[in-house]
């Protein structure tokens, strides 16, 4: 089993770096600025590491403390890089009373990490998410914008091969 420790290096470039920086400077001086900041920082990024988060606090001179606060306060916002792949799988009551949890963890254990988790690869990462409203289909998983319903154990390799 993966540990929650980021797993995949963070490899920021100078584009980004730039493009993080030119969006402080167009909103340093507006009230509020620094949720939309994050927000725009996280579409640059994809997360925020605390790479970034260090960036922002020593351009915006606030302390990191708060916007580390701000960033695991709001589910918006993940500390953790992305695959290229997110699986998403339905924890909600339909889902789990009909077996997602042993889905979840056939996951986990097939990509060897856990909830919030990314491969090291970069290709897969995996969330544990609540109702996605296709409770009639129960369980339920989603894979980027696909969604698998109906599902068992057995279909965890499956689901793994269409996207390896």
């Known amino acids: 089993m993966g540990s929650q420790n980021q797993t995949v290096p963070f490899k920021g470039t100078n584009e980004?770096?730039?493009?993080?920086?030119?969006?402080?400077?167009?909103?340093?001086?507006?009230?509020?600025?620094?949720m939309p900041i994050l927000q725009k920082a996280q579409d640059i990024y994809g997360y925020l590491p605390i790479e970034v988060q260090t960036m922002i606090s020593d351009e915006m001179n606030i302390p990191l403390e708060k916007i580390y606060g701000i960033t695991t306060f709001y589910s918006q916002f993940s500390l953790n890089?992305?695959?290229?792949?997110?699986?998403?799988?339905?924890?909600g009551t339909a889902c789990y009373v009909k077996g997602s949890g042993d889905i979840f963890s056939k996951f986990s254990e097939k990509l060897g990490i856990e909830n919030g988790g990314c491969t090291p690869d970069g290709k897969f990462s995996l969330d544990a998410c609540r109702c996605i409203g296709a409770c009639g289909l129960a369980p339920?998983?989603?894979v980027d914008d696909e969604v698998y319903g109906r599902l068992t154990v057995d279909d965890v390799d499956d689901i793994l091969a269409k996207y390896a």
């Open 140 to 142: 339920v998983l989603t």
């Open 81 to 91: 890089p992305k695959g290229k792949h997110k699986i998403s799988v339905c924890l």
């Open 16 to 34: 980004q770096e730039v493009a993080l920086k030119n969006v402080i400077a167009e909103h340093k001086d507006e009230k509020g600025a620094l």
